[in-house]
């Protein structure tokens, strides 16, 4: 019986409501300063987020699309240049390549829905010049083998870690593997601020350094310009926002594990679902669970059947992946992507949810099945 309660996907106001009178104490200081171009709470924000990282240096960026652009640029990709992209990701990842000149070319996932080892490695051909692996959901791809496929063939490998703040592969925070990494800091992303932002993280001077350059009219700190450039600067409101929001962040990535391990225990049992792994299944990975997305046996019907109940879920990117918008002309086969698009569904995840929201999902997914 269809009731009036009510588990949106994601309760946007909140990320304001819930903390209120500090948010408005930070806008009101950011704003009588004056502050909003590259002052001091983005330069704080810079080195609190390396820190956090175990990197040297973060750039804060005006989103995390232009954070892939200029990294890519600043890592020497070129026209005529070919970077390997999983194309199980959001579609920002293939124009992040397809505008700093160079040529995406998608390939399959592996058993576990990330950039396939193996498939990275058929694709490779003598223009190859960097991989970007996608660390998503908050899961780290197992970097350990793509790196290895980069080592031995010579490329560079460039991480859209956009959606993985703070996650961890054999103890390493995703986005520092490669020459350069990249956070998103959109509003539903794991740490987000008030509209858009975006951070490129290093541990290379030189790369740090032409970011900055990039990002800012391609003006050095002397205010000369020293090369093109663009305008995308992290704003210092966002900036000071997520300064204050990085503070609470760690207990941000427990509640949301919180919330996996009990979709986790309720769902377990049901052969109809592939869940994501568990919280504390596999000491290699510390996932944080950006979303909870599962493989469903009759998907759409099972949405719909939630949706009644005012349960809300999300099909991610709009059911496809990115070589199957044809508009791009990234023409490929890549059953095991195509085969996940089909069934894939993601479940309300975030800090906002309560363990009786979460209790009332799983019990209303149960009774789907049970009714079959
Ligand atoms: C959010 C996201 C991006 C883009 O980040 P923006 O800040 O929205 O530009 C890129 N890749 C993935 C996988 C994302 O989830």
């Given amino acids: 019986m269809p009731t009036n309660r009510v588990v949106p996907f994601f309760d946007y106001p909140s990320l304001f409501t819930t903390q209120e009178d500090a948010l408005t104490e930070i806008l009101h200081d950011v704003l009588h300063r004056g502050a909003y171009i590259l002052q001091r709470d983005v330069q704080e924000f810079e080195s609190n987020l390396a820190e956090f990282l175990g990197v040297k240096y973060a750039v804060g960026v005006a989103n995390g699309t232009d954070g892939l652009l200029i990294a890519l640029h600043a890592a020497g990709i070129r ?32 058993d576990d829905y990330l950039c396939d080892p193996a498939a990275v490695e058929i694709a490779i051909t003598a223009k190859t010049r960097a ?4 660390q ?3 899961r780290v791809c197992k970097m350990d083998q793509l790196q290895q496929i980069a080592d031995r063939h010579k490329c560079l490998i460039i991480e859209d870690a956009a959606q993985a703040l703070g996650a961890r ?44 350059v990039m990002r800012d009219h391609g003006r050095n700190d002397a205010g000369k310009v020293v090369a093109w450039g663009l305008n995308s600067r992290l704003d210092n409101l966002h900036a000071a926002v ?14 949301r594990r919180e919330i996996a391990s009990l979709y986790d225990a309720g769902l377990r049992g049901l052969a109809q679902l592939q869940l994501p792994p568990a919280p504390n299944c ?40 990115v070589h199957q918008f044809s508009a791009l002309g990234l023409q ?24 009786d929201d979460v209790a009332y999902v799983t019990e209303t997914i149960l009774q789907f099945y049970e009714k079959q």
């Fill in 242 to 255: 997520l300064n204050f929001k990085l503070r609470s962040f760690p207990a941000i990535i427990q509640r």
């Fill in 136 to 138: 998503l959901n908050g």
């Fill in 79 to 110: 026209p005529g240049d070919e970077v390997i992209f999983p194309a199980h990701t959001f579609v920002a990842t293939a124009a992040a390549i397809h505008f700093a000149g160079a040529t995406p070319v998608p390939v399959d996932c592996g």
């Fill in 131 to 134: 991989i970007m692996p996608v």
């Fill in 169 to 212: 592969y054999q103890g390493q925070c995703a986005g520092t593997f490669g020459l350069a990494g990249m956070f998103s800091f959109y509003p539903a992303k794991s740490l987000g601020c008030f509209g858009d932002g975006g951070a490129v993280v290093t541990n290379d001077a030189t790369i740090a350094k032409t970011v900055r």
């Fill in 282 to 321: 596999d000491a290699a990975h510390f996932d944080t669970y950006q979303n909870y997305e599962m493989v469903a046996e009759r998907r759409n019907q099972l949405r719909q059947y939630l949706k009644a109940f005012g349960i809300d879920t999300m099909i991610q990117w709009g059911g496809s992946a």
């Fill in 332 to 355: 490929a086969a890549l059953p095991r992507t195509e085969g996940f698009f089909e069934r894939c569904l993601m479940l309300p995840m975030n800090a906002m949810l309560s363990n």
